[in-house]
Every structure is written in structure tokens, then in C-alpha cells.
């Protein structure tokens, strides 16, 4: 879900073009967090994308790992890797975690995909766990979230409480996990706000707190009076708080940054599943799987609603909250129409996964373009 | 909102995406021309960033914060000048360390001050001024960093070319050789082109992390540390330069936000590409007149100077 193959984010350009620092990040990044054993604790790796305290995707990892901890103590011993580049360091650091020993490792984002099918053949007795890939091996499972879920709940919440009817979607790159995010939102807002519609800027970086701030002031200054994101930092939060209008926190609570713009967040909740798989490792029944866990599963999560939302948008959003939950309602379940107007899911039909994994075009009601 | 109003909150949001690019490269500019190449802005600003954002949270005090800043960063900026001119190390290898060692810094100082609000720096609010169209909110509606800025770049230029002190820094970027045979002491005199180029880094990061997106989280420079230092070679080593540049390449992020929101159809990634493009196309103009690049390029920029006694 991160970078996935050939986008060339800021952050891996930048990395690129410090010729070296790819190789010196590895070692100023490898951080090890102790946690004491007692006698032979299961060794569980992680390596993230970005720095833990990004307050956003890493930092939701990173929270996992702290509860695997938490829940088995001297049981394990977790070792983190951060700010690794998606690549050929990739690859090194997870030979190293797997020939340090470690028995379950996490490569918490798309782009470590290959690297992580490559070091798994060469490791037959590691378990390997790559979150938003979706390729496999005996001993690689992936796992994912269907965080559109959370976006349709949150789109219902921006159809009631705007007044100028442009809701503002800061972007980050191009790919389905993203568009399908949007066009959840979308579906959400117009559920019960048909005039609404969604404004999308891309800013091609997943985490660039400078730029985030920039466009969440440009949708603001086109008229948007509330704001979401699809990037990592609490930037547009601030702006939001600034300018008086209302903004959703994404991946982690950011009500922090704006106690009356942030309405609430759309978290990623990872401890149940990271509990579970190294259980499954301790217990040995661990197996290859593929999980897209959604609201049921407790991997998506809505935090607390801001207490200035009036009752009846708090039970419009737990209302679609408990249907998603309960399977009755699909955030993208037909008629779903393009943005010409023409029919692309007909009414009563639920697209399925693959459909979902691949979706590379925008519903009525979303102004902007997917960028080709 | 009426034309007016768009147009004034474009230049606004250009002035501040440039800031912290132009009071980087205006320091580095001055290091280069004294011949000492440091790659390590974009850690010195992380430091710098960190620095003023504990301060604030710390003391509430803003003046104070920059000015930790400014200090975090020299004393960065100090390490890489005892690492380069005193046991004289390569300096683009030096320069790297000192990016990794400010992200690595930065990030294990800031752990405690993730996520914690503060009172920004709040821009001017002159009564009258500060109201009028177009021109109220673009020059009289900044914060103090933004008029430090230009109030720098102007300082600067005058400093480098109109006075003897500058002469002097200028002399020694051009042949060290020659203005330590005219007894100007060439390792002292680097000391503190680099002491200063820290400073301005650190000015660039206390903005970031006090005005532009008043927080602290992990490498929250995203790259700006290494624009500025292409923007010194875009600008030719020429401060006014530098600071138009960063103007331009800060107005080219913003209008392509823009653009998007207005529904333009123009690739994003295509103009998220152009900053880079027009610094490419320069590159190539001002380097066809090799004579042009010869004059302003500092001769010994990145040659280590052993003195022999």
C-alpha cells in the first residue's frame, strides 16, 4: 500500500539521489529495541517505512509491536527497523533480521513485497507477514486493512456538518487502495448529501507535513469546510483548526492538533492481529493466509467523536458503522457511477475484491482526476 | 472569494513554502563561497527544527526557541567544521554523515514532543495595513522569519560584495593557497562561513517547525535541506539569485496545488516534476558560457586546505 513499484516518492528520490545515505540510513536506523528474555523468547521483527514517530501509518505498526509485548512479555522479544527505503536495503535488512534469529518478521509496506518473498525463499523456517501485498509464500502471509470502510463513516459525517457542500481530499499517490478510499468517501458522503462534492489533491508524497499544509490551504481557499486526508502527517488537521472548519485525523487520533476541527479519525488498529499471529507462531499453527480485515475485524477503527457533532450525525455514522460491521451495508455496493454519469456497478451488485484491489477511477461526485 | 483574494493567497503560500528554502541556501551560499562544501543542511535544519520546537514547548517563548535554533545548528555546524578543516576530512562524505547524523539526532531528541500542540509564530497584524488588498496580506501579513528572510538575502549580498570582510571570504573560496600566503588566516575564517551557514539552517528550521506546520514530527524537512542546496548552484552563488529561486520553485509547488483544486487538467506528477526541470534547464543555460559558471563558482569549493608552516 505504501510505494507501490515505479511511484518514485519524495522521500525514496530523496534517499536515491544522497548517494550513500541508503546504506548509512541502515545503519543509523537500526534501532533495537531490548526486551529481556528470559529463557528462548520468540524473536518477532519489524520493519517500517517510515520513522515511528511519523504519528501515522509506522507509528500504528510500531503500536503493535508494543502490545505483542505487552501481551506475552518476557514470552518474546520484538526488534524494530525504521525509515527503511523500499528497495535493495529492503532486502538487507530483512536477511538480517532473519538470520539474526527471529522467527515471525512484519514488512509493514507494499514496497517491500519482493524483498520479502526473496529473503522468505532463502529463510524456509522464518514466518513472514507483508501487510497490503498480495504475494505469497509457504511462509509469507499478507494482511491488510479495508480502511474504505472507515472512509464511508467518515463521509457521512462531512455530508452533514458542511454547509459549502466541497469537501476537500488531500491525496497522496495514485494507486487503489487510494482511489477506492475516495470513492468510499464519496459514496458515504453523497448517502446523505447528494449536492456534496468531493475536491482531490494529489500531493505525490505520502508523508511531507510542508506540502500536506499547502494544499489543505488551497482546498480551503477553493471552499472547502472540511478537510480529509489520505496522507500521513497531522498537518492538514492544524490548518483546519486554524481556518475554523472541520478535519479528519487519519491512521492515529490527531485531536491533538485541532481539539474542534478533528471530528474523529479513521484508525489502523493492528494489536489484535499481531497478537494473534505470534500466538499462532508460539502455538505452531501458524499458516500462510490472506487477510483483509475490515471494521468486524477491529483493524479499523473510528476513535472518539468530537462531543461539538450534533446526536443525530454521531447515530447517522454509528448506524453505518454497525451495518458495514454486520455486513448488511458495502461502502461501495451499487449503482455506483463514474464521474460522465455512467453506470460502472449496477444497482443490488457488490464489486468483489479483485475489483476493489485494481479500481482506478473516480464515482460521480469527486472533481479531479486520477492522475495517469 | 474574488480574484483578488486568490491571487494574494497564492503569492502568500509561495513567500511561505520559499522561506525555509531561501534562509538555507543563503547560509549554505555563504559556506560555498568560502570554499567549504556542506552537504548536511538538511540535518542541520532537523536539528535546528527539533531545537526550537523543545524550546517552545519547554519555555513558551519564541524569540528564545529561535534562538536555540540557531545554536543547536551552529553546534552541528561546528562538529562537521572540526571533522573538515581541522582534521580534514572529505567534506561531501562529512556533509552525508551530518544529514543521517541530524535525521538520527533530531529524531531521538523529539521522541517526547510528538504530538504536542504549541502557540505558533504568529504573523504580523498591523490595523490598516495588514487589511488592504492584494498587498496587505502578501507584505504586511507575514511572520517576523519571512521579513528575516529578505531583510538576510539583502544583508548578505551587500556583505559579500561591497564590504573588505567579504572580499576577504570571497578571496579565500577562490584560492586558499594564495590568501593564506597573504597571511589571512583561510581555517578560521571557514570556522565561521560554516558557523554561519548553520545558523541559517537553523533559522529554516525553527521556521518549519514554529510557523510553517507549528509541530514536531520525525524528518519533517521532507527534502527541503537538499533543494536549497541546489538552489546555491541555481542561484549561481548570488544571493538576490537564491532567494528569487526559491521563490520560483516555492510558486511552482503552490500553483500546481492550485491548479488541481481548479480541476486543470495537467498531469500532477508532471508539475510536481517542474521545480526540478526549471533547475535542470538552468544548469544548462547558465553552464553553455563556461566563463559565466567559472566566475561565480568558488575555485577551491570542497578542496581541502592543509596550510604549510
Known sequence: MRNPAGILTRRALTATVAAGVGLAT???????????????????????????????????????????EAEFGDAVETTYVESVPEGADAERVLNQLAAGGHDLIFA??????NSTIKTARKFPDVMFEHATGYKRADNVAT?????????????????????????????????????????????????????????VIWVNSWYDPGKEREAAETLFAQGADVLTQHTDSPAPVQVAEEKGIYAFGQASDMSQFGPNAHLTAIVD?????????????MDGTWESTDTWGGLDSGMVAISDYNPILPPEVVDAAEDARKAIEAGELHPLAGPLMDQVGQVVVAEGEVPDDAALLSMDWFVQGVLGQVPK | ??????????????????????????????????????????????????????????????????????????????????????????????????????I??????????????????????????????????????????VYASVALTVAVGWFLHRTRAGLVIRAVGENHTAAHAIGYPVIAIRYLCVLFGGAMSGLAGAYLSLAYTP??????????????????????????????????????TIVQLHAQG??????????????????????????????????????????????DF
Open chain 1, 269 to 281: 488498529d493492528w494489536h489484535g492481529y499481531y497478537i494473534d499471529r505470534t500466538r499462532a507462531v
Open chain 2, 1 to 102: 472569494m474574488d480574484g483578488l483574494d486568490a491571487i494574494a493567497a497564492l503569492l502568500v503560500a509561495t513567500i511561505r513554502a520559499a522561506t525555509p528554502l531561501a534562509l538555507a541556501a543563503i547560509g549554505e551560499l555563504v559556506t560555498e563561497k568560502s570554499g567549504v562544501l556542506n552537504l548536511g543542511v538538511e540535518g542541520m535544519m532537523l536539528v535546528g527544527a527539533v531545537a526550537a520546537f523543545a524550546t517552545a514547548v519547554a519555555t513558551g517563548n519564541l524569540p528564545l526557541a529561535i534562538l536555540a535554533a540557531m545554536v543547536a545548528s551552529m553546534l552541528v555546524a561546528f562538529l562537521f567544521g572540526v571533522m573538515t578543516l581541522s582534521l580534514m576530512s572529505n567534506q561531501v562524505a562529512t556533509g552525508l554523515a551530518l544529514t543521517i547524523f541530524g
Open chain 2, 104 to 145: 538520527g539526532l533530531s529524531a531521538f531528541v523529539g521522541k517526547d514532543f510528538i504530538g504536542i500542540p504549541i502557540t505558533s509564530l504568529k504573523p504580523l497584524d498591523i490595523p490598516g495595513l495588514s487589511d488592504l488588498p492584494l498587498i496587505g496580506p502578501v507584505l504586511f501579513g507575514q511572520d517576523p522569519l
Open chain 1, 108 to 113: 509493514t509496506s507494499f514496497g517491500f513485497m
Open chain 1, 26 to 68: 541502515l545503519a543509523s536506523s537500526a534501532l533495537v529495541s531490548p526486551a529481556r528474555a528470559a529463557d528462548d523468547p520468540l524473536k518477532v521483527g519489524f520493519i517500517y517505512v517510515g520513522p515511528v514517530g511519523d504519528f501515522g501509518w509506522s507509528y500504528q505498526h510500531d503500536q503493535g509491536r508494543q502490545a505483542i
Open chain 2, 262 to 307: 481548479l480541476g486543470v487538467e495537467i498531469s500532477s506528477h508532471i508539475l510536481s516534476m517542474l521545480p526540478y526541470l526549471a533547475t535542470i534547464l538552468v544548469l544548462v543555460l547558465i553552464s553553455r558560457d563556461e566563463t559565466k559558471i567559472r566566475l561565480n563558482a568558488p575555485a577551491c569549493l570542497g578542496k581541502i586546505f592543509r596550510p
Open chain 1, 143 to 199: 494482511y491488510a486493512a479495508r480502511f474504505y470502510e472507515g472512509r464511508y463513516v467518515i463521509g457521512i459525517i462531512a455530508g452533514m456538518m458542511t454547509e459549502t457542500n466541497t469537501i476537500g481530499y488531500i491525496a497522496s499517490v495514485p494507486i487503489p487502495e487510494v482511489v477506492r478510499g475516495i470513492n468510499a468517501f464519496t459514496q458515504g458522503l453523497r448517502s446523505v448529501n447528494p449536492e456534496a462534492n468531493v475536491k
Open chain 2, 215 to 252: 509541530m514536531w514530527v520525525e524528518n519533517m524537512t521532507a527534502g527541503r535541506g537538499w533543494i536549497a542546496l541546489a538552489l546555491v548552484v541555481f542561484a549561481t552563488w548570488k544571493p538576490g539569485r537564491a532567494l528569487l529561486g526559491a521563490y520560483l520553485f516555492g510558486g511552482v
